[in-house]
């Protein structure tokens, strides 16, 4: 059977592998499956149910959740119709949500919780939204739950949808994601059933799973990253468990035993802090042990065999420390893909030398998203670049190193904004990705930075900060950072500490305890972080070196502005906020 859009999924894991736990969530403390049957069911209901409220082809229909299965059951109920879905961060603002209910002309709008429905309200206040077509997947005092639309669209029939979706072609448009970007207002991408669904089958090969194996979802089903990624879940028969929250992940991992999970890589830096601070936490040889196996670790390499000696002390390494990182991972994990920004290379190493194969992956959600990833086998995976490309998948590097790309899953356009997409996508069709890159031995890509972010000193240097501050965070010390120094005579930066761990280390030195506006000023912390960048700085050239730092006592967030949902910094917002202090720094 064909999968020529996103909803042919449904009829298609029936036919080839019908699962009793296709879908999957914690309630009431108890994990509650739902079969193939059952979603297919359910997606039909929305589609009669939204059918019922009046809702045509071409109409768009706003979903803003946390991952949990009505996410889906709304996604394919929706595409069923020939509408168009129009996922949204839960994270984002009032006058963000605003902004886009009224670009897009949304007309109907699934909502998780209180909270969020609180904030919906405020921002269709005005706008030609029904109340009526509000509908939350949590029960809600005042709102129309979920079952009522379940309920609808009983009284339909379902044989009514099949020339509907008969109607919808590859090529018409499935969703339009709007993406924050770092700057300015956010821009609606169009991405087409073939879009997403090239994408789909030119990564599957790349992704090691089938209908045995479990993955646990928590990266948001509204980027498309984990949304494309559950598409070949659930072509490939894989059992998707939704994690209660980014809280819970440790205990949902341990609980529900996946083979695969997706992450971002800050989540995978968390991971590794927390493991290496209990390696601190021992004592005498169990100590020694632990950091003579992480050290063994930071030095393995996917594309060299090491020899007799360094495999026989890994095997030792593996069955004595790496074999409890993987029991408290669940036990069965097989891989983790990582995407969404840089991965320190060094994550990467420890974790596959712990039997944990990460494969680091790069795409846009311009491009559905994937354009290059790390493969499963050894020979596939370069440690420090995104992978070879996937199949079918074109790409050049320009005269300025900017790394353009061609293929099926490059995206309709912005809408509604027809001179953006002209400049974002050339006359010969090829997209301009706005970042900067290489192909090592002619196959595996490689990022070095983002052409915008990149800046020159007054001397005349080229600065990529990305690079910096990535080098910078490898230190567990250091929590967030930002290089700043456009047009000045040198780089400097700022930079939050993690200080969880910076009280851990002033407890051990005898700095008393502080709240974190005294610790950043303490004489000792500011010496120990000067350190820290001192020896960051022996990575880089003269020009590139961080000359000063100011430490901050508050972490940047998405709430307070300071980050994207995918948890990557506004400059300008960061540069405008800390100005004085920034200039103090030159």
């Known amino acids: 059977m064909d999968v020529r859009r996103s909803f042919d999924i449904l009829p298609y894991q029936l036919a080839e592998f019908a699962k009793t736990d296709a879908l999957a969530a914690k309630i ?14 359910q997606a039909n209901l929305v589609s009669l149910g939204l059918r019922a409220l009046g809702l045509q082809r071409g109409d768009k229909v706003a979903l803003i959740s946390m991952n949990r299965p009505e996410w889906l059951l709304a996604d394919f109920g929706i595409a069923q119709i020939g509408a168009i879905s129009v996922p949204m961060y839960p994270s984002i603002t009032v006058e963000d949500y605003k902004y886009i209910f009224t670009d897009a002309g949304v007309k109907a709008v699934f909502v998780s919780d209180a909270k969020l429905f609180h904030k919906v309200q405020e921002a269709t206040a005005g706008l030609a939204i029904p109340a009526e077509n509000v509908f939350t997947f949590d029960k809600v005092d005042g709102a129309r739950h979920f079952s009522e639309l379940l309920a609808l669209g009983q009284q339909g029939n379902p044989a009514d949808l099949e020339p509907l979706k008969a109607a919808v072609e590859p090529d018409d448009l499935l969703t339009l994601i709007y993406t924050s970007g770092t700057t300015g207002q956010p821009k609606g991408v169009m991405l087409s059933h073939d879009n997403l669904l090239s994408n789909c089958r030119n990564s599957k090969q790349f992704v090691p799973v089938g209908p045995q194996d479990k993955a646990l979802s928590f990266l948001p089903l509204c980027h498309i990253f984990e949304r494309m990624v559950t598409y070949i879940y659930m072509m490939s028969g894989v059992s998707i468990y939704y994690a209660e929250s980014l809280e819970t992940v440790a205990e949902n991992l341990r609980e529900v035993k996946p083979e695969i999970f997706t992450t971002v890589p800050r989540l995978l830096e968390k991971v590794f802090d927390r493991i290496v601070s209990k390696g601190h936490e021992q004592t005498g040889l169990k100590h020694k042990l632990f950091f003579w196996a992480l050290n063994l670790g930071l030095k393995y390499d996917t594309q060299k065999d090491q020899g007799f000696v360094y495999n026989t002390e890994l095997a030792v390494a593996n069955k004595l420390i790496f074999s409890k990182w993987r029991e408290a991972l669940g036990g069965n994990l097989r891989c983790i893909v990582s995407g969404g920004g840089a991965l320190q290379p060094r994550l990467a190493r420890v974790f596959w030398a712990a039997g944990i194969r990460v494969m680091e992956g790069y795409g846009l959600t311009e491009t559905s998203p994937v354009i290059a990833v790390n493969g499963y086998e050894r020979e596939n995976n370069m440690i420090g670049t995104v992978g070879p490309l996937i199949n079918n998948m074109e790409v050049k590097i320009a005269p300025d190193g900017e790394i353009l790309t061609r293929s099926a899953s490059v995206m309709k356009g912005y809408y509604n904004k027809p001179e953006l997409t002209a400049e974002t996508i050339d006359a010969d069709g090829w997209l301009h990705t706005g970042d900067i890159g290489e192909l090592i031995n002619g196959r595996f890509l490689k990022i070095t930075d983002r052409k915008k972010e990149m800046f020159k ?24 950072a930002m290089v700043v120094g456009a047009n000045k005579k040198y780089a400097a930066a700022l930079v939050i500490p993690s200080f969880p761990d910076l009280k851990a280390w002033c407890k051990r030195h005898g700095v008393s305890d502080a ?69 103090g720094l030159f």
């Open 28 to 41: 009431n403390g108890q994990w509650s499956p739902l079969s193939t049957q059952q979603v297919q069911n």
């Open 515 to 583: 709240s974190n506006e005294e610790l950043v000023r303490n004489e000792r912390v500011v010496k120990l972080y000067n350190g820290l960048v001192a020896n960051c700085n022996k990575s880089f050239a003269q020009w590139e070196q961080v000359k000063k730092i100011a430490l901050l006592p508050e972490l940047w967030t998405v709430e307070t502005g300071e980050m994207t949902p995918t948890m990557k910094v506004k400059r300008k917002v960061i540069t405008e906020k800390n100005k004085d202090l920034i200039e």
């Open 457 to 480: 000193t007054s001397g005349g240097k080229y600065i990529a900060p990305q690079v910096i501050e990535g080098k910078l965070k490898e230190e567990p010390l250091i929590e967030q």
